[in-house]
Nanobody, 127 residues
């Protein structure tokens, strides 16, 4: 059974930091590109960042560049999202997602490009 379990969400003041983790099981993690998405109330799920299988390719949405860092440890089957300088507009449910193998940018940055999803973890940034 494939499971992606996120952890690390919580409530933090603006300017603070959080680190999210996602530990997939039941799939060959090192063969999966991993992404983070978020969804705020009343809004569509939006792309945040992705990292390819070896970490050779990483991409961020403009609003988080310079503040968020994605990384992965294939030995631990875990992908991380370090979030610094958090803003109230970062408040959302954060989801990790997995995609087998490679993909073009348009797929790696869209929810439809991923076939494995976690249950989400809430991040709330207070002003």
């Amino acid at each position: 059974q494939v499971q992606l379990v996120e952890s690390g969400g919580g409530v933090v003041q603006a300017g603070g930091s959080l680190r999210l983790s996602c530990a997939p099981s039941g799939l060959p993690f090192s063969s999966y590109a991993m992404g983070w998405f978020r969804q705020a109330p009343g809004k569509e799920r939006e792309f945040v960042t992705f990292i390819t299988t070896t970490g050779a390719r990483i991409y961020y949405t403009d609003s988080v560049k310079g503040r968020f860092t994605i990384s992965r440890d294939n030995a631990k089957n875990t992908v991380y999202l370090q979030m610094n300088s958090l803003k109230p507009e970062d408040t959302a449910v954060y989801y990790c997602a997995g995609r087998s193998g490679f993909g073009m940018m348009e797929l790696l940055t869209a929810p439809r490009g991923y076939d494995r999803w976690g249950q989400g973890t809430q991040v709330t940034v207070s002003s």
